[in-house]
T-cell receptor
Framework: ETGVTQTPRHLVMGMTNKKSLKCEQHLGHNAMYWYKQSAKKPLELMFVYSLEERVENNSVPSRFSPECPNSSHLFLHLHTLQPEDSALYLC???????????FGSGTRLTVV | GESVGLHLPTLSVQEGDNSIINCAYSNSASDYFIWYKQESGKGPQFIIDIRSNMDKRQGQRVTVLLNKTVKHLSLQIAATQPGDSAVYFCAEIITPYSGGSNYKLTFGKGTLLTVNP
């Protein structure tokens, strides 16, 4: 356990479903990140929250909607996804300006 | 475009041998580099980092070498063990001290290291 917990570990959803991914960190960090990891592709940065404010939205489609209610929790709301959105979604946290991110184990998402 | 890449997608070594995983980067402005290890079913774990004002940094059984002349980064693992089997990523960032964004940690595709008993 790294201190960053992601739930659920696995998720299968239809293209018309709405679901949410949850990330929780107990490390006292003040920055949180969502990354997408697809097969044979580098990790792709999706969103960054620093001090609970979104500071990066890396051209992510609007069917992905992040939420950061406090510095310990991060959500990724999913709506009307496509099969190509199937991937491992990783959450990470750090102190602002500290680049040694701590990652969670990810949510394996399959869109059918 | 600017990117981080890896020379070999897979590397197979015998237990006890030394492993060398390579990484090439193209952005000469990058001033901080990190190696991550990702085991099956887990997220990436920080291994070791190095700043651009250094050529070498050592940790426990791992050494990172940075050659800024040819924009090359390597991770050396001494006495490789079965528990070292994983995908290894290098990542680069241009820190605010060098005029970069705070958050643009760019990852390479990864090298799969397999340790044979």
């Amino acid at each position: 356990e790294t201190g960053v917990t992601q739930t659920p570990r696995h998720l299968v959803m239809g293209m018309t479903n709405k679901k949410s991914l949850k990330c929780e960190q107990h490390l006292g960090h003040n920055a949180m990140y969502w990354y997408k990891q697809s097969a044979k592709k580098p990790l792709e940065l999706m969103f960054v929250y620093s001090l609970e404010e979104r500071v990066e939205n890396n051209s992510v489609p609007s069917r992905f909607s992040p939420e950061c209610p406090n510095s310990s929790h991060l959500f990724l709301h999913l709506h009307t996804l496509q099969p190509e959105d199937s991937a491992l979604y990783l959450c990470a946290s750090s102190q602002v300006l500290d680049y040694g991110y701590t990652f969670g184990s990810g949510t394996r998402l399959t869109v059918v | 475009g600017e990117s981080v890449g890896l020379h070999l997608p897979t590397l197979s070594v015998q237990e006890g041998d030394n492993s060398i995983i390579n990484c090439a980067y193209s952005n000469s402005a990058s001033d901080y580099f990190i190696w991550y290890k990702q085991e099956s079913g887990k997220g990436p774990q920080f291994i070791i980092d190095i700043r651009s004002n250094m050529d070498k940094r050592q940790g426990q059984r791992v050494t990172v070498l940075l050659n800024k002349t040819v924009k090359h980064l390597s991770l050396q693992i001494a006495a490789t063990q079965p528990g070292d089997s994983a995908v290894y990523f290098c990542a680069e960032i241009i820190t605010p001290y060098s005029g970069g964004s705070n958050y643009k940690l760019t990852f390479g595709k990864g090298t799969l290291l397999t340790v044979n008993p």
